[in-house]
């Protein structure tokens, strides 16, 4: 079993960037592929980026492509999201999961989630 704890959240302004760091327990993290979704008010929890075990491949929507860059270190057990250029429509609570699956964008095929942190961009 994985637990999964988001952070690095908070309010920032348009253009600005943050980084989200998702740290895991247990001793097979490096096993997982791991990816990151959000979602907005009143819509649909969304694929956002995705890493695969070794961090050798990596896929994100297009709404985030060439923005945001997932990575990780399965030495400290944690994933990372940086976001540059945000957008107010980044918004969002964002999550970070973890499959058992070789490699997954739909968010169903994910097991283990974390609680969620929220990103809030101003215009």
């Known amino acids: 079993q994985v637990q999964l704890v988001e952070s690095g959240g908070g309010l920032v302004q348009a253009g600005g960037s943050l980084r989200l760091s998702c740290s895991a327990s247990?001793?097979?993290?490096?096993?997982?592929?791991m990816g990151w979704f959000r979602q907005a008010p009143g819509k649909e929890r969304e694929f956002v980026a995705v890493?695969?075990?070794?961090?050798?491949?990596?896929t994100y929507a297009d709404s985030v492509k060439g923005r945001f860059t997932i990575s990780r270190d399965n030495a400290k057990n944690t994933v990372y999201l940086q976001m540059n250029s945000l957008k107010p429509e980044d918004t969002a609570v964002y999550y970070c999961?973890?499959?058992?699956?070789?490699?997954?964008?739909?968010?169903?095929?994910?097991?283990?989630w974390g609680q969620g942190t929220q990103v809030t961009v101003s215009s």
């Open positions: 247990g001793r097979t993290f490096s096993s997982y592929t």
């Open positions: 890493i695969s075990w070794s961090g050798s491949s990596t």
């Open positions: 999961a973890a499959t058992g699956r070789v490699w997954t964008t739909r968010l169903n095929e994910y097991v283990y």
